[in-house]
Structures are given as C-alpha cells and as structure tokens.
C-alpha cells in the first residue's frame, strides 16, 4: 500500500523560509513523478511544482518561480520543497502527491494518485 506523508510545516515570518518532506513508502519514489499542492482557505487546491520521475525536468507555478525548488532524495525515498522568500500569499495546506502513470498532463490534481493529510504553512507579515 503507498503511502505519502508530509512533514516541515510551520509558521514563518515574510521573508523567511521552510523546507517541507514528503516520505513515500510501499512503492519505489523512483516509478512516480512527484507533485506539490496547496489549499489556501476558501480557494480550490492548485499547482505548486512537479519532478520528473528521473529528475530530469521540474515545473513550477508562477507564482512561486525564482523562490521554490523542489527535489528528491531517492536513497531517502523523500521529496523535498525549499521555500525562500516566504510571502503571506503563501499561506496554504500544502499536499505531496504521487502520480504513477507516463501521461503528459502533470499540474492537476485530478492526475494524482496518492495524496498526504497536509501540513500547514502559515507566513505573517
């Protein structure tokens, strides 16, 4: 059974940064490309970042370009996203998610297979 399980949230002032994990278990990290989300309070789930499954190629939503990177340690089977440059937009649950199947659409939610609970990130101006 795969499982995906975040951790790294908190709370931050403008400016400042967080990395947040995601530890995938039961299934090799190595057959799934990777995703980042976020949900911020009375706003739908959107896109954050996305890595290929052999870290080839990585895509981030605008809004978070230039500040973001996401990564993974496949020894670890963890993916990581380094925040900097915090901003109180930023604010949102974010979710780690797994997509097993080689299509070519990778910024949806709905092409996700695995989801994590969520870990909150807060950032105060």
């Known amino acids: 059974q795969v499982q995906v399980v975040e951790s790294g949230g908190g709370s931050v002032q403008a400016g400042g940064s967080l990395r947040l994990s995601c530890e995938v278990s039961?299934?090799?990290?190595?057959?799934?490309?990777m995703g980042w989300f976020r949900q911020a309070p009375g706003k739908e789930r959107e896109f954050v970042a996305t890595?290929?499954?052999?870290?080839?190629?990585?895509d981030y939503a605008d809004s978070v370009k230039g500040r973001f990177t996401i990564f993974r340690d496949v020894n670890k089977s963890t993916m990581y996203l380094q925040m900097n440059s915090l901003k109180p937009e930023d604010t949102a649950v974010y979710y780690c998610a797994a997509k097993a199947a080689l299509t070519p659409v990778t910024m949806t939610v709905q092409e996700y297979d695995y989801w994590g609970r969520g870990t909150q990130v807060t950032v105060s101006s």
């Open positions: 890595v290929s499954r052999g870290e080839a190629t990585t």
């Open positions: 039961g299934r090799s990290i190595r057959t799934f490309r």
